[in-house]
């Protein structure tokens, strides 16, 4: 069994924010094979209080008891905060046993390393979502990059901490949609508790996210790079040289250089070899979610 601490910047339900954290976290809680250490939150969709506060109203509309949340950094100017020293002390207990997935600014990681400079050491590996290797087009619009750039420094300090580390860029979760077949998924298995739940808290962002970028569809980003951690054999592996400097990843641009003597490895997968198993992956793991 896999331990996870989920790093996150959960918005979901949360007018014109997006749903894609909470969908993860739902992914994760419906593993079997997944023993979720705790959550700590980060700023990115949102501040730091309302992403807090957001999940902390998730965990009581789930009624999770048994899994630790704790608050994040509120910005890269001070990095230290509870969330911090529970992941120092996670890795400490468990070293080497520990996977990190991080959905947001990854303020918080950096912030466990400033406490204890054997960090990343201690972490089995850590698996990003975020990031861009050339301009995200959606329907003609150009979208920013808004999860490593919201604080470059702690990206930089991740990406070359010598941690094994995988990133799922935007650009491999534009496979991953959430459109009218989901949703209708989602409306003909009404006896399915967590569909519903997933129903009620997602649909204002499908409005919105579909208005605003004139398509039918949103893109399941987090849950991505959550499959990711448990299945990895559905992604196809690309092992790069990365050099971006902190000013590069002010844009989350992700600079390749295979031939570059300096820089570090990062696993950048280019593609979700099976879609539709991909889906059935999610469904199925929502489907166990139950109100405690």
């Given amino acids: ?65 048994h899994i630790p949340l704790k608050k994040g950094a509120p910005s890269p100017h001070s990095r230290h905060s509870e969330a911090a020293e529970f992941l120092v002390e996670a890795v400490n207990k468990y070293p080497g046993e520990i996977t990190l997935l991080a959905t947001g600014s990854l303020t918080n990681l950096l912030g466990a390393f400033q406490v204890d400079k054997q960090f990343f050491q201690k972490v089995k590996e850590i698996v990003l979502m975020g990031g861009i290797t050339k301009p995200l087009i959606i329907e003609g619009k150009r979208m920013d990059e808004l999860n490593f750039s919201s604080d470059p420094e702690a990206t930089y300090g991740v990406l070359s901490s010598s941690c094994k580390t995988t990133v799922l860029t935007g650009h491999i979760c534009l496979e991953a949609k959430f459109g009218e077949r989901e949703f209708k998924r989602l409306m003909e298995n009404d006896s399915i508790w967590a569909y519903r739940y997933i129903r009620e808290k997602s649909y204002n962002w499908f409005k919105y996210f ?12 987090d849950t991505v790079a959550a499959v990711y951690l448990t299945n990895p054999e559905l992604f196809e592996d690309n092992v790069v040289n990365v050099v971006s400097t902190v000013e590069d990843l002010k844009t989350g641009f992700l600079k390749i250089d295979n031939s570059a003597d300096t820089g570090y490895k990062v696993n950048i997968p280019t593609h979700i070899k099976d879609r539709d198993r991909f889906n059935e992956i999610v469904f199925e793991a929502w489907s166990k979610v139950r109100k405690d």
Avoid at 7 to 26: E, H, I, R, S, W
């Fill in 210 to 221: 579909t208005n605003s970028y004139d398509t039918k569809e949103f893109y399941n980003w």
């Fill in 1 to 65: 069994m896999k331990k996870i601490i989920f790093d996150c910047d959960n918005t979901m339900g949360l007018y014109g924010k997006d749903v894609d954290d909470g969908l993860a976290l739902l992914y994760l809680l419906g593993r079997d094979d997944v023993n979720l250490l705790g959550l700590t939150t980060t700023f990115g969709n949102s501040t730091i209080d309302e992403v807090y506060n957001n999940t902390l109203n998730m965990f009581n509309e789930l009624g999770i008891t």
